[in-house]
């Protein structure tokens, strides 16, 4: 019995392990078949959440969300059915169909160049009279165009909340004018003259052309807020000429005295002189625009075009035919008369600009075309002035011929003056430098004289102290044998003892001393053994002194 059921007991284990196996394994299996889905890049997954298909599973009865977005808590429960507000990126992802709807989307790809413009498909609806809405994407609580635009770039739109247009730089024709919108460049040289098109809480800024422009650069621009007109700053020029007469073959006539011919077509500017002469003149003005200026002029004008055909070339014609007309024909040829027209016109003409926020830089009267009667009468009253001038000019020439030769002669004398005064301020100076050079070698000659008087002396003393210590020592060295040989007598009790002892020291320590006794009678006789022994002694010392031969 035990046995059996201890059989028991292993078959219930094992077959709780295979269920387990088979469960986990089954759940692995419709996990990764039934539930899994891949979403490749570029690509997002919308879920939607739409409950269980069974009334008996649970999440069933959960209801629709009013929003159509799905409501979900702190803990990630879905509370309401809908579809989710955020998107899936590229990987795998596990939502099982029988509850969740899933799509694949593409993202939207901006590109350089382009701007993209969304709109809000779901949310609370804006105010009478406003579309644009403010946020971001996810974040919006209206419908409507979404006041941000969105440059080049990958973006995971949920195509059910929201709609996306992309833009590449847009031109509106407005009448005269043209502005853009979308991937606006503004070139150097230019500015940008921004028109808002509705009101912009965020900035402050009301509807309607800005005081600020942009400097050049790029701005992404949503085309339903904002428009930009692109104006070129910076001065131009414009002039208003009279056509002149030619030939058939392009060449100009002139009359008899050698003046161009106008055409009398009507270019240029024409008026009467106060005398009633028929004037013609060209005028040249340098005109520009600040990039403050620029926001007036679009304002007033639309844009540049328009100032210079508007403003400045009216009011060149205007202003130059009313000072014109109160001077008669001789004043506008002669010179101070006509550069007071000059100026007269130009000033005027600078105050207009102003008041019309145009600057003037220049404005120049270039030529001014006189009846040929009035310059002939004028050119011969000329001639005759400028001969009167000439003879005039021709005595007063003389004058300083004269006067120039008798400067020349002068300067040659002051030259030839001061070459002198020169030679002798320098042979002054230079008999100056050799009185000083040999003052100089006296006084150094007297220097040494008394150095070598010093030396000698010196040397004087060297030599007189040099004898003396001389002296000193030799007297001081007999002093010192003389006390020794004092010593000596003392030691030895008297000279004679001392002499022998002196004696006895300087004898050789090999000295032999032979006795030889002679007696009365006997000395010859013993001569002869004294001479023997002394040889004897020296044949002795004379072979010790010869070298041993080697065997």
Not at 134 to 144: I, M, Q, V
Request: net charge negative; charged share 25%; with cysteine.
């Amino acid at each position: 019995m035990a046995n059996k059921s201890l059989f028991t007991t292993k078959g219930a284990i094992y077959t709780s392990v295979i269920a387990v196996i088979i469960v986990v394994g089954g759940w692995t299996l419709f996990e990764w078949t039934i539930n899994r889905i891949y979403v490749p890049t570029g690509y997002s997954l919308r879920l939607r959440y739409k409950g269980p298909p069974l009334p008996f599973l649970p999440g069933y009865n959960k209801p629709e969300s009013k929003t159509g977005f799905a409501r979900v808590d702190e803990n990630g429960s879905v509370l309401e059915k809908g579809m989710v507000r955020e998107l899936l990126g590229p990987g795998r992802h596990f939502r099982t169909p029988f509850y969740w709807g899933r799509e694949l989307i593409p993202d939207i790809l901006v590109k350089p160049g382009e701007v993209g413009i969304a709109t809000s498909k779901l949310g609370k609806e804006l105010p009478a009279g406003e579309y644009i809405v403010d946020g971001d994407l996810g974040e919006t609580e209206f419908k409507g165009i979404i006041r941000k635009v969105f440059g080049p770039g990958r973006y995971r739109i949920n195509d059910y909340a929201y709609s996306f247009t992309i833009v590449k730089t847009q031109a509106i024709k407005d009448q005269s004018q043209t502005k853009y919108a979308g991937w606006v460049v503004i070139p150097t040289g230019y500015v940008g003259v921004v028109t808002n098109l509705d009101n912009n809480p965020i900035t402050g800024t009301k509807k309607g052309i800005q005081k600020d422009v942009f400097p050049p650069g790029i701005y992404p621009t949503n085309p339903k807020e904002q428009h930009i007109d692109i104006v070129e700053i910076g001065f131009r020029e414009i002039s208003i000429k009279a056509n002149m007469m030619t030939e058939p073959d392009g060449s100009l006539i002139f009359d008899e005295a050698g003046e161009p011919m106008i055409a009398h077509d009507g270019s240029g500017i024409s008026f009467p002189s106060n005398d009633a002469f028929p004037i013609n003149m060209d005028f040249t003005a340098i005109w520009g625009i600040t990039p403050e200026q620029a926001p007036n002029v679009i304002s007033k004008f639309g844009n540049v075009a328009a100032v210079e055909t508007k403003v400045v070339m009216p009011q060149i014609e205007s202003i130059c035919r009313n000072i014109g007309s109160q001077y008669n024909a001789v004043e506008l040829l002669v010179g101070d008369t006509r550069q007071e027209f000059q100026k007269a016109t130009t000033e005027k003409f600078q105050k207009a600009l102003i008041e019309k926020d145009v600057t003037l830089l220049y404005g120049l009267v270039r030529h001014i075309y006189i009846p040929q009667e009035i310059r002939q009468y004028k050119q011969a009253a000329f001639v005759s002035e400028e001969l009167a001038l000439t003879r005039m000019q021709e005595t007063i020439t003389a004058e300083m011929e004269a006067n120039l030769r008798e400067a020349e002669q002068k300067v040659e004398l002051e030259a030839e003056k001061v070459r002198a005064e020169t030679d002798k301020l320098v042979a002054n100076a230079i008999a100056e430098g050799q009185k000083t050079a040999k003052e100089t070698d006296a006084g150094t000659q007297r220097i040494v004289a008394g150095i070598d008087k010093d030396i000698a002396v010196l040397e004087a003393q060297a030599t007189v102290v040099l004898g003396q210590a001389t002296a000193d020592a030799t007297r001081m060295q007999e002093e010192a044998k003389a006390n020794k040989f004092k010593l000596a007598v003392e030691a030895f009790g008297s000279g004679d003892a001392y002499n022998k002892w002196v004696f006895a020291d300087g004898l050789p320590e090999d000295i032999e001393l032979n006795l030889i006794f002679a007696g009365e009678g006997t000395f010859w006789t013993d001569l002869k053994g004294f001479s023997d022994a002394m040889l004897g002694k020296q044949h002795q010392q004379t072979k010790s002194m010869k070298p041993k031969l080697k065997k």
